[in-house]
C-alpha cells in the first residue's frame, strides 16, 4: 500500500501513538533529546504527520516551524489542531522525494519514519537531496527509524505498545517489517527497515559530512515509573534507533 494512502487511513488516530510506552518513555524524550534546544531556529519538519513534533518544538521556542507530510488527511488533522491551539506552525502537503524548492533554507531538519519509505536507494538519495538542499550550511538532520540490526526472532514488544514483524518482502533497500500500534482498534502499517549502509551512502551522497548513529534509550520517567526490569527486552534488541547529520 502506497504511503500516503495507509496515513490517510490512520488519520486522527495517530495522535494516539505517542501515549504508547515505547512512543512516551523511548521515542519521544530521546527525539527531542537528541534535537535538543530549538529556540530562535526554524525547523523544518518533515513527515510530520499529525504535527506532534512540529509543535514541541514551537512550544519549546522556534522562531518557525514548517511540517510537510506527504497524506494529505494528516496535514489536514495537523491544522485542525493548529486552529483549536494557534502556535504559529505551517503545514504543507508534499512528497520530500519530489520536493519543491523551499522560500528559505532551515536551521534544523527532522525526519521521524520517512527515509525507510523510500521505494528504493535512488528515491531515499532524492530524499536525502531535498533536505539538504533545504537547510543552511552547517544546520543539522535528525533522523529516526526502524533499527536496521532489529532481531525479528527477539521477544515481542506488545507490552510496549507496539508489534514489529517481517513482511516476508525484500526491497533495494532491505526487509519489509508490519509495524502494529496496540491502540483500540489497533492501526498497523508497513514500511522497510533499510539496511545501515544504505542510509550512510544516500546521506553522504547528498552532501552529509558527519552522520553519526545515536542509540534509543528510556528516559528517567520511563524507568522510574515502570522499573529497569520491565525495559530489558526493549533495550536487549531496540527497534529504533536514531541518526544525526550535519549539512
Given amino acids: 500500500m502506497a504511503n500516503a494512502q495507509q496515513y490517510d487511513e490512520i488519520g486522527e488516530a495517530f495522535e494516539g501513538?505517542?501515549?504508547?510506552?515505547?512512543?512516551?518513555?523511548?521515542?519521544?524524550?530521546?527525539?527531542?533529546d537528541m534535537v535538543g534546544d530549538v529556540r530562535g531556529r526554524t525547523v523544518l519538519d518533515l513527515a510530520c504527520g499529525t504535527g506532534f513534533y512540529s509543535r514541541e518544538f514551537k512550544r519549546r521556542g522556534a522562531a518557525e516551524v514548517l511540517g510537510i507530510d506527504i497524506s494529505s488527511v494528516m496535514v489536514s488533522v495537523a491544522e485542525g489542531l493548529?486552529?483549536?491551539d494557534p502556535l504559529g506552525v505551517r503545514y504543507e502537503v508534499g512528497d520530500v522525494s519530489e520536493l519543491r524548492p523551499l522560500e528559505r533554507r532551515f536551521d534544523v531538519a527532522t525526519a521521524v519514519q520517512?527515509?525507510?519509505?523510500?521505494?528504493d536507494i535512488a528515491a531515499m538519495e532524492r530524499m536525502c537531496r531535498n533536505v539538504h538542499r533545504s537547510l543552511l550550511p552547517g544546520a543539522e538532520f535528525f533522523v529516526l527509524a526502524q533499527t536496521p540490526e532489529y532481531r525479528?526472532?527477539?521477544?515481542?514488544?506488545?507490552k510496549y505498545g507496539f508489534r514489529c514483524e517481517p513482511?516476508?518482502?525484500?526491497?533495494?533497500?532491505?526487509?519489509?517489517?508490519?509495524?502494529?500500534?496496540?491502540l483500540d482498534p489497533p492501526v498497523e502499517f508497513v514500511t522497510t527497515c533499510p539496511r545501515r549502509e544504505v542510509y550512510e551512502r544516500c546521506l553522504r551522497a547528498a552532501g552529509f559530512g558527519t552522520v553519526t548513529w545515536v542509540p534509543l534509550k528510556v528516559s528517567d520517567t520511563g524507568l522510574r515509573t515502570f522499573g529497569t526490569d520491565y525495559w530489558a527486552d526493549l533495550l536487549a534488541n531496540p527497534p529504533?534507533?536514531?541518526l544525526r547529520c550535519r549539512a
Fill in 114 to 119: 520517512l527515509l525507510n519509505y523510500a521505494r
Fill in 167 to 182: 513482511t516476508g518482502e525484500h526491497t533495494e533497500t532491505g526487509p519489509g517489517v508490519r509495524i502494529t500500534a496496540l
Fill in 152 to 158: 525479528f526472532d527477539g521477544p515481542p514488544l506488545d
Fill in 17 to 32: 501513538f505517542k501515549a504508547l510506552p515505547l512512543a512516551q518513555y523511548g521515542e519521544v524524550p530521546g527525539f527531542l
Fill in 240 to 242: 529504533l534507533v536514531m
Fill in 82 to 84: 493548529e486552529e483549536r
